[in-house]
């Protein structure tokens, strides 16, 4: 069994940055892909970004230009950089990760974006 934990999230106003982390309890973040989802109130669970295990990224269009992913394999570790945040990035922010051919999520972490 593999535990994602997240942090980083908080409280910040537009405009602002925050850094998401996602720590992996063992390795395996470099041999599939691995993603960030976010949950607004009322709405779906939608993907945010993601890195493929060639380092390939995709990101959504409401996030491109604003948001990067990045993993340090080495920490087990992957991170979400948020600039320029607006009201509509307020969601949870959820991690995922194919490890071992498994499925795992974390528990989320509020990021809240207001004046």
């Known amino acids: 069994q593999v535990q994602l934990v997240e942090s980083g999230g908080g409280l910040v106003q537009p405009g602002g940055s925050l850094r998401l982390s996602c720590t992996a309890s063992?390795?395996?973040?470099?041999?599939?892909?691995s993603d960030w989802y976010r949950q607004a109130p009322g709405k779906q669970r939608e993907l945010v970004a993601l890195?493929?295990?060639?380092?390939?990224?995709y990101y959504a269009d409401s996030v491109k230009g604003r948001f990067t992913i990045s993993r340090d394999n080495a920490k087990n570790t992957m991170y979400l950089q948020m600039n320029s945040l607006k009201p509509e990035d307020t969601a949870v922010y959820y991690c995922?990760?194919?490890?071992?051919?498994?499925?795992?999520w974390g528990q989320g972490t509020q990021v809240t974006v207001s004046s």
């Open positions: 995922y990760a194919v490890i071992n051919h498994m499925a795992y």
């Open positions: 890195i493929r295990s060639d380092g390939s990224m």
């Open positions: 063992r390795s395996g973040f470099s041999r599939d892909h």
